[in-house]
């Protein structure tokens, strides 16, 4: 049965709707190992199975490649019928009274949902240690982050437990923890997929992205998930679709930067000579490879911190203790019954970037940090807008080093911020990014690269992905799994 | 920049948190640490900038069709049949 666990998303489907295997043993594959890493913070396998059971009998009319096929959601998307917890004592008992679009459309296509995987607290940190549930473990290293915020789904579809995730990335949180985790993240351009049923954090920069075995599984889910939505104002005509039809691994022409900046200061240098040797492999496949100057990424992740909390500050004001969510249960007046709510729900990063971002929009201050951040994502915006003048994807790493130890960043939160150093860049531009595996590190840890792509330059990025997986077998080893790290086998329901 | 005690205690206010001693201090001495990183945005000097052109969109005015009010009601940590209930915010507000 483990032998299912080492197909990709594709693969799976193509099997079940071959009769190969019934939806059935995909999803008891993946529940033996859904226990692993603390990934979790409601598992659905009864709920699961029981759905697996109903599309058996329609295996035959499937229409899609990822029909039956078990995935997980991030914890910040909506759901009705299990918890939409956020990592947050906040929302710990919150259970949403809709689906997000991005379910509506899985549903549609009658993939399976295994549950909701843990992830930073609102999504806010970079190693995911932050959720109120407890630190998600790296699954090639227990001692270390599985990277955030959405390192439940990273680690789940490394592990095995379910064939693709869909996270969240405001800042890199798709990314940071794919590269960490071993395996392939996509944030698609700003507005292509429905933030509606996506709990807010930085809403100018959140865009919905999916975690997969590989490219190709990427380009399957964003067809899937891609589209205008009425309901969410900031989502973009298209055209969309067509991109796994669309993957040839075919790069030659391709004109592909290296921005100076992102191979500088500060790189661990196993980590420049992994990305480096991706842009060998894509010069080798045709492709034309060059650093490029890029002198704006300077002010990236200063006006990347500067914005998105101050966005935060602005969303979470909503959490007030009065309709939904945590209420204190010690309060005489409103104003007590606000202040109490908030600082006893929301945990220290939260409060942390809601402080930051209060500090940075209040009078005095506004002109100094949050002004300047808006010109300078500006500034940023001009210079990708004339690099892509010039060339079609830009290839940096997603991290400066591997993951850090448990714990080893909680305590610094201006050194955790670095980690998202090379990611952030494309939020503040609202462009398409991918991480892919490039390689390991020494102790086996897994390293990312980073193909960054034009706006709705989905096509290009993931097949210059696809040409470098064509040539690299890296995005298909899978961690070993310790003696005693399930946890929990066929748990089913909320974590206490 | 300097982030005092004081400042601490103002921010929290503004965000409705209420925060402990050790708190302030280490929320203050991080903070200050954060912006102490953010010395690249100094070396932005406004003037030069061009200002963007922003518009905003807006959707139709339609009537649509609301969730229903016992759903809704199912996630207050407070409410009777019809309302959320809380505290009175008559005659006792805070201080602003």
């Known amino acids: 049965m483990n032998d299912l666990l080492t197909l990709s998303a594709l693969e799976l489907g193509t099997a079940i709707r071959a009769g190969e295997v019934s939806v059935e043993e995909a999803v008891r594959a993946a529940l033996t190992v ?29 229409q899609s490649p990822l029909f039956g096929v078990p995935m997980t959601l991030k914890d910040n998307i909506c759901t009705v019928g299990m918890p939409t917890t956020c ?43 932050t959720s109120v549930f ?4 790296n699954p090639w290293c227990a001692g270390r982050v599985a990277g955030g915020s959405s390192g439940g789904g990273a680690a789940a579809v490394a592990r095995g437990a379910g064939w693709f995730a869909l996270g969240s990335d405001t800042g890199g949180s798709v990314r940071l923890p794919a590269a960490w985790c071993g395996v392939t993240g996509i ?49 973009l005509p298209g055209p969309y679709g067509h991109l796994l039809e669309r993957l040839s691994g075919d790069v030659r022409g391709m004109r592909i930067g290296l921005p100076v900046p992102c191979f500088g200061e500060g790189l661990d240098e196993e980590v420049r000579r992994s990305v480096l040797e991706v842009a060998q492999i894509l010069r080798h496949r045709g492709a034309e490879v060059e650093e490029c100057p890029m002198p704006a990424m300077e002010y990236a992740l200063s006006s ?137 590190h020494a102790e086996g840890l897994p390293m990312g690269a980073q193909l960054v792509g034009p706006a709705f330059g989905e096509e290009k990025v993931l097949n210059a992905a696809h040409a470098c997986q064509l040539e690299t077998d890296f995005h298909k080893r899978r961690p070993a799994l310790r003696k005693g790290a399930v946890r929990n086998e066929m748990g089913d329901g909320h974590r206490p | 920049m300097e982030i005092t005690q004081e400042l601490v205690e103002r921010i929290a206010h503004l965000a409705r948190l209420t925060l402990s001693e050790e708190e302030k201090a280490r929320m203050g001495a991080q903070l200050e640490d954060i912006l102490g990183s953010m010395t690249a945005l100094d ?54």
């Open chain 2, 43 to 96: 070396r932005l000097c406004l003037e030069d900038e061009p200002e963007e052109e922003r518009a905003d969109v807006l959707r139709a005015d339609e009537v649509g069709q609301s969730m229903d009010r016992a759903i809704l009601l199912e996630n207050a940590p407070a409410a009777d049949e019809e309302y959320v209930l809380v505290p009175g915010a008559m005659g006792q507000g805070g201080q602003e």
């Open chain 1, 187 to 235: 944030k698609p351009t700003y507005g292509t997929v429905s933030r509606y049923g996506l709990a807010a954090y930085a809403s100018s920069f959140d865009q919905i992205g999916t975690v997969c075995r590989d490219a190709a599984d990427c380009a399957a889910v964003l067809d899937v998930i891609q589209g205008q939505d009425p309901r969410d104002s900031t989502s």
């Open chain 1, 134 to 137: 407890g630190p998600v473990r």
């Open chain 1, 34 to 62: 859904a226990g692993a890493d603390n990934a979790f913070v409601t598992l659905a396998g009864e709920r699961a199975l029981e759905r697996a059971g109903k599309l058996q009998k329609q295996v035959k009319g499937a």
């Open chain 1, 304 to 440: 990347y911190y500067v914005m998105a909390c101050a966005q935060a500050s602005s969303n979470l004001a909503r959490y007030d203790g009065l309709r939904f969510g945590y209420r204190t249960r010690d309060c005489r007046t409103l104003e007590d019954l606000y202040k109490k709510s908030r600082s006893e729900g929301f945990g220290a990063e939260v409060k942390r970037r809601i402080l930051l971002g209060t500090f940075v929009l209040s009078a005095g201050y506004y002109e100094a940090y949050y002004k300047k951040a808006l010109a300078a994502r500006e500034r940023i915006k001009r210079e990708f807008t004339r690099l892509f003048e010039r060339y079609d994807l830009l290839l940096t790493p997603v991290s400066p080093g591997p993951p850090p130890e448990l714990g080893e960043s909680l305590g610094d939160p201006a050194r955790m911020y670095l980690q998202d150093t090379y990611t952030v860049c494309a939020n503040l531009a609202g462009l398409p990014a991918l991480s892919m595996p490039c390689g390991f």
């Open chain 1, 87 to 129: 990592g947050s004592n906040m929302l710990k008992d919150y259970r949403s009274p809709y689906d997000a679009t991005v379910v509506e459309r899985l549903n549609g296509i009658e993939a399976v949902c295994l549950g909701k995987t843990n992830m930073d607290e609102f999504g806010m940190g970079s190693t995911c240690e």
